[in-house]
């Protein structure tokens, strides 16, 4: 995109470097000329504000390893010595327990967001699977880093998601020992995962990198879903879209410092402030909010399907649940990629809306009774939006008309 | 111009939101839940809510007396009395108090030596397997933050709120239930096992743990000038309660503070920070 580049070296030590690294050059293509659509809503903060997250979430993690201890009978203690005794540690702890929690509901409104606005379609499927990749890894992460406190979820929620992939046929156990570091929960698995909690972020900081190359090639979708047309449809990044996203980050910033200041035990379990006891076992074995809905699906298939065991089945529709994310650019074919022009799409993609939080509601109950049920059916549509609703949708709906441009939308609308 | 549009989606988002996590609160209380518990009104609730200063030294009294017989608090230092926003003993009373107590030193002549303010309060068995030989099988759990170990459940809706008021008392609410719900017989047709006692609170009611309260149990010093604090069991449980909370949150006061300093600027910043995106994008139609 340099030709959007207006940069000239001001000077012989900028020339001197643009000349050998041209890093400066580069900060003003993508950082501050970037043509960027002008009609963007704030759904499309919740990018700069997930960057914020991750930054937010290794300072201070970071700054907690330098004080926990990754042994099975001291890593509960020097938590709490975090919180009791270390300078500032009460914040710093607070701040990186609700951020995950602040992270994924950022990242569940940016996901949510990208299905309405059709952000996964054709030329921004790269993008797309980049981050569903990015959403994995940080399931992966947050859980690992939910062990690291030693609580009694922490040692049950470990045992029973690693346990997941003993389902697998015949390499599940050794994956499963590998994971765990011997035959249970203990000492090796506190320590592979705190390993692991370290490198992940890091990892995923290099899929965002990777994640904004892939969205700088085409440029930003936007509520209307037309392309860019002339640069009258555009603003430079900055300071535009800069300084929106730092006002969407300053508001983001209230609810997160209400949870730390004034509730910061509230998004957890209060078992987790009992020591892990592998001897104890908790009544429920509750994952954290943001993994629910896929805890759900896990546990929904309940059933045998000819030579799949009801355990491997669940194992194979919570996997499945994210991966068919991976294909969905392919699954819907439908040349509109906004909502606002798809009005049969609203309705299925609501419900869809709707069903996602059932399920998120549906993990936290136990697995009975009617609740079994309504699980099924609310699996049932996850899978069906995606395989059957989506690829009919694209064939039999008749979008509305869009506007010409970027530029006329909005015109229209101020006139309107 | 933000759009009505907008701001609704703004709400039901906020509500998803806060609704999201809540899910996972409602079955939360660990099988405590099956009971309701009668929340309790406590100075330390809601965001304005701080300790009170005299419960807190009359249930660090209870604890002393009562509880520390049994119960450890390994994660509490005798320093902490001293600390602002708790129970407000001065530096020398503190000093004094760690004074009486023998503390386990492998590094001094007889393995023992009297407390210092930076010691951690002592247990009371040498280990799990004394504490359990010494009490039935069952090891009394430590109180450092069992506070916030143990939690109650609301009803659908109601647990939604919470959010919005930042209950956080539901562990205390049990305390107190638990310590005020014994009762001599067990209810017709309910076979208590041998050793145990019956409880309303406690989940499958046999609880190990005989009464430890009853009235007159422990002497309240009357404060000059003051109405004399009733010596009962519900008296009693409330003031330890408030103290375990204390010893699970010791630093519950600074942090709310901070939290009005910190919410005070994000909303004044979110405000300016509104005014300029408001006048760069002027005369942009977007």
């Known amino acids: ?416 | 111009m933000i759009k009505k549009k907008t701001i609704i989606a703004v709400l039901a988002l906020a509500g998803a939101l806060f609704a999201g996590p809540a899910f996972a609160q409602e079955e939360e209380a660990g099988g405590h839940g099956a009971v309701h518990i009668d929340k309790q009104s406590w100075t330390f609730a809601g965001i304005f809510g701080t300790y009170d200063e005299h419960q807190l030294q009359r249930g660090f009294q209870v604890f002393r007396e009562v509880c520390a017989n049994c119960h450890g608090a390994r994660l509490m230092a005798f320093r902490n009395l001293s600390e602002p926003g708790g129970p407000g003993f001065s530096e020398e009373q503190v000093k004094a108090l760690a004074a009486e107590y023998q503390i386990a030193d492998d590094t001094v002549d007889g393995g023992m030596r009297p407390g210092i303010p930076a010691d951690r309060w002592p247990s009371p068995f040498a280990s799990d397997q004394e504490a359990r030989d010494a009490n039935g099988g069952a090891i009394p759990p430590d109180f450092s933050v069992l506070a916030k170990a143990r939690g109650v459940t609301d009803a659908f809706p109601f647990w939604a709120f919470n959010y919005f008021t930042g209950y956080q008392e539901g562990g205390v609410d049990y305390i107190r239930a638990l310590l005020v719900g014994y009762h001599d017989e067990p209810p017709e047709g309910f076979e208590l096992p041998a050793g145990r006692f019956y409880n309303d609170y406690f989940p499958g009611h046999a609880i190990s743990m005989a009464p430890p309260l009853f009235d007159g149990a422990v002497d309240y010093v009357e404060a000059e000038g003051e109405a004399a604090v009733p010596e009962t069991v519900d008296q009693y449980a409330r003031d330890v309660s408030a103290f375990m909370m204390w010893m699970a949150e010791p630093h519950l006061v600074s942090r709310k503070e901070t939290g009005f300093r910190v919410l005070l600027f994000l909303v004044v910043f979110a405000g300016l920070m509104w005014a300029t995106k408001t006048r760069i994008w002027k005369g942009i139609e977007h």
């Open chain 1, 1 to 416: 995109m340099s030709e959007h580049s207006t940069y000239k070296p001001a000077n012989g030590v900028e020339k001197w470097i643009d000349d050998r690294l041209p890093i400066i050059r580069f900060s003003k293509e993508h950082l501050m000329d970037f043509p960027t659509p002008k009609n963007l809503n704030y759904w499309w903060t919740f990018g700069a504000i997930l960057a914020m997250c991750l930054g937010i979430q290794i300072v201070t993690g970071i700054i907690l390893a330098m004080h926990y201890t990754p042994n099975v009978a001291m890593a509960f203690d020097s938590v709490e010595h975090i919180r009791r005794n270390v300078n500032g540690g009460r914040v710093i702890q607070a701040v990186h327990a609700v951020g995950a929690s602040m992270f994924f509901a950022a990242v569940y409104i940016h996901i949510f967001r990208g299905l309405y606005f059709g952000s996964y379609k054709a030329p921004r499927e790269i993008l797309w699977i980049i981050g569903v990749f990015i959403f994995i890894l940080m399931m992966a992460t947050a859980f690992m880093g939910y062990v690291l406190p030693w609580g009694q979820m922490s040692f049950w929620g470990a045992t029973v998601i690693t346990n997941i992939f003993s389902a697998i046929p015949i390499v599940g156990d050794p994956i499963l020992q590998l994971l765990r570091g011997g035959f249970a929960v203990d000492n090796p698995t506190l320590n592979r995962f705190f390993s692991l909690h370290y490198l992940l972020p890091f990892v995923i900081a290099a899929l965002v990198v990777l994640h904004i190359w892939a969205l700088h090639v085409p440029g930003n979708n936007n509520p209307i879903g037309v392309e860019v047309k002339s640069s009258r449809d555009t603003v430079p990044f900055h300071p535009y879209y800069t300084m929106k996203d730092a006002f969407a980050m300053v508001v983001f910033l209230i609810p997160f410092a209400w949870f730390v200041f004034f509730a910061p035990d509230i998004l957890g379990h209060p078992d987790n402030y009992i020591q892990a006891n592998s001897q104890v076992t908790p009544t429920h074995i509750v994952p954290e909010w943001y993994l629910l809905p896929f805890y759900t699906i896990l546990r929904a298939i309940d059933f045998n399907v000819l030579f799949i065991d009801s355990k491997l089945g669940g194992v194979i529709a919570m996997g499945g649940a994210l991966l068919i994310l991976l294909v969905l650019p392919w699954l819907d074919r439908s040349p509109v990629r906004s909502g606002n022009f798809r009005p049969m799409f609203r309705w299925f993609y609501w419900l869809f809306v709707l069903n996602f939080i059932v399920l998120t509601y549906l993990g936290a109950q136990p697995a009975e009774g009617i609740y079994v049920l309504v699980a099924k059916f609310c699996v049932a549509y996850y899978f069906l939006y995606f395989i059957v609703i989506l690829p009919v949708l694209s064939r039999i709906e008749v979008p509305k008309p869009l506007p010409a441009s970027i530029s006329e939308s909005v015109l229209g609308k101020a006139h309107a």
